[in-house]
């Protein structure tokens, strides 16, 4: 189809730039549809309809084209995204490069109002794990991660709502993860690598993506000769 190509060409001209993308995406919108939309006054009901025109038409092409401008490090990656949905979705499946490539990697949804542990009631604290408690009971294939010996890794991507009040990652970090601890996995000490994330939206509930493997960090299989031979730079140890 003329379309299909014209999105290629759009997207590889503008590989970097969204912004581009969005002019661009806006004049074939146009051209398509006979519409007089303005990318300087697109209404959030205009951010719509073009979402689901390019998304229902170009989904596949879209998800292809931009698998292509992903590299293999997360820190050379450059991407741009249809829309909210596709960042989450795509952060939410990080693959940890410390940890192994200990399969499968589960990646779970928890619809719940995040909460931080420093402004919690003990009601509130209560009510919060008891829900965490009862979201985690009917999972029975995250049986290996409740054993006691279990080494884990976690990375955890906070949605916020944009009626949610920004909070501090740690202590959100800490009420969540008293409440998973005994439920999900077995206890906090199990977990040997920790990666967290927020990110923003537009829409009004908060939810939680909680991605979790197994964790090979302290398996040292990656280590030829297993000792500490190491001349610290910084001075003496502190001792407290």
Same mark, same amino acid.
């Given at each position: 189809?003329?379309?299909?190509?014209?999105?290629?060409?759009?997207?590889?001209?503008?590989?970097?730039?969204?912004?581009?993308?969005?002019?661009?995406?806006?004049? %074939?919108?146009?051209?398509?549809?006979?519409?007089?939309? &303005?990318?300087?006054?697109? =209404?959030?009901?205009?951010?719509?309809?073009?979402?689901?025109?390019?998304? =229902?038409?170009?989904?596949?092409?879209?998800?292809?084209?931009?698998?292509?401008?992903?590299?293999?490090?997360?820190?050379?990656?450059?991407?741009?995204? %249809?829309?909210?949905?596709?960042?989450?979705?795509?952060?939410?499946?990080?693959?940890?490069?410390?940890?192994?490539?200990?399969?499968?990697?589960?990646?779970?949804?928890?619809?719940?109002?995040?909460?931080?542990?420093?402004?919690?009631?003990?009601?509130?604290?209560?009510?919060?794990?008891?829900?965490?408690?009862?979201?985690?009971?009917?999972?029975?294939?995250?049986?290996?991660?409740?054993?006691? &010996?279990?080494?884990?890794?976690?990375?955890?991507?906070?949605?916020? =709502?944009?009626?949610?009040?920004?909070?501090? %990652?740690?202590?959100?970090?800490?009420?969540?993860?008293?409440?998973?601890?005994?439920?999900?996995?077995?206890?906090?000490?199990?977990?040997?690598?920790?990666?967290?994330?927020?990110?923003?939206?537009?829409?009004?509930?908060?939810?939680?993506?909680?991605?979790?493997?197994?964790?090979?960090?302290?398996?040292?299989?990656?280590?030829?000769?297993?000792?500490?031979?190491?001349?610290?730079?910084?001075?003496?140890?502190?001792?407290?």
């Amino acid at each position: 189809m003329k379309q299909n190509y014209e999105l290629h060409e759009i997207i590889k001209r503008n590989i970097d730039n969204s912004f581009g993308i969005k002019n661009e995406f806006v004049e %074939l919108y146009n051209r398509e549809t006979k519409s007089e939309l &303005e990318v300087s006054k697109l =209404s959030s009901n205009d951010k719509e309809k073009l979402y689901d025109f390019f998304n =229902s038409i170009f989904a596949e092409d879209i998800e292809a084209m931009m698998l292509q401008t992903y590299k293999k490090e997360l820190k050379q990656t450059s991407n741009i995204f %249809l829309g909210l949905a596709e960042k989450y979705n795509y952060l939410s499946q990080y693959h940890c490069p410390l940890c192994g490539n200990s399969l499968p990697v589960h990646i779970l949804i928890l619809r719940i109002k995040t909460q931080s542990k420093q402004a919690l009631t003990k009601d509130k604290r209560k009510n919060f794990e008891a829900a965490i408690k009862k979201w985690c009971a009917g999972r029975s294939n995250i049986e290996k991660f409740r054993r006691q &010996e279990a080494k884990i890794c976690i990375f955890i991507l906070f949605a916020l =709502s944009k009626t949610s009040r920004n909070k501090d %990652l740690d202590n959100m970090t800490k009420a969540l993860v008293d409440g998973l601890k005994g439920n999900l996995f077995y206890d906090d000490i199990n977990i040997d690598h920790l990666n967290i994330m927020k990110v923003f939206h537009s829409d009004t509930e908060d939810f939680i993506f909680i991605n979790i493997r197994e964790s090979n960090l302290n398996s040292h299989e990656d280590v030829v000769f297993d000792i500490l031979k190491h001349k610290f730079a910084c001075g003496e140890f502190i001792d407290i």
